[in-house]
């Protein structure tokens, strides 16, 4: 008699969500540095879909989608630089504190192009990274 052992079904959603955030965050990358307002625009709505970071004014995600409501893709480069910089400075803020959940990847490790995604709203904060 064996035990099967079956993944927790909030983790693999959660990694699904992370995946697909990780995906909008390089669509809106892409699509900044190309000039590409529109997809821009489309990219930034998946991405703050339920992040109420992108309804705060003062937020650097804020900034962003307010830059590009108004079209402005020059502002919206300088705005993700910002919510880029923010979250690579709340991440090494947590380096060496001692609260680190084993088996997953110590911060230093995750690409900086997906920090963002993990550092305000509910998409992210808790993903499980022993599953």
Avoid: Y
Avoid at 68 to 85: K, Y
Wanted: proline share 7%; glycine share 10%; hydrophobic share 35%.
């Amino acid at each position: 008699m064996g035990m099967a052992i079956s993944p927790d079904s909030s983790a693999v959603g959660g990694a699904r969500i992370w995946q697909q955030q990780k995906s909008n965050f390089s669509q809106l990358s892409s699509a900044l540095k190309t000039d590409n307002l529109g997809a821009a625009q489309q990219a930034f709505k998946s991405l703050s879909a339920n992040n109420p970071a992108a309804s705060d004014p003062n937020s650097p995600m804020g900034k962003l989608g307010a830059a590009l409501r108004s079209g402005n893709v020059n502002e919206a480069r300088h705005a993700f630089a910002a919510m880029q910089a923010s979250a690579t400075s709340q991440v090494s803020s947590t380096q060496g504190t001692g609260h680190h959940h084993g088996g997953g990847m110590p911060p230093a490790s995750i690409p900086t192009a997906t920090l963002p995604l993990a550092t305000s709203g509910p998409v992210g904060t808790n993903v499980n990274t022993t599953a």
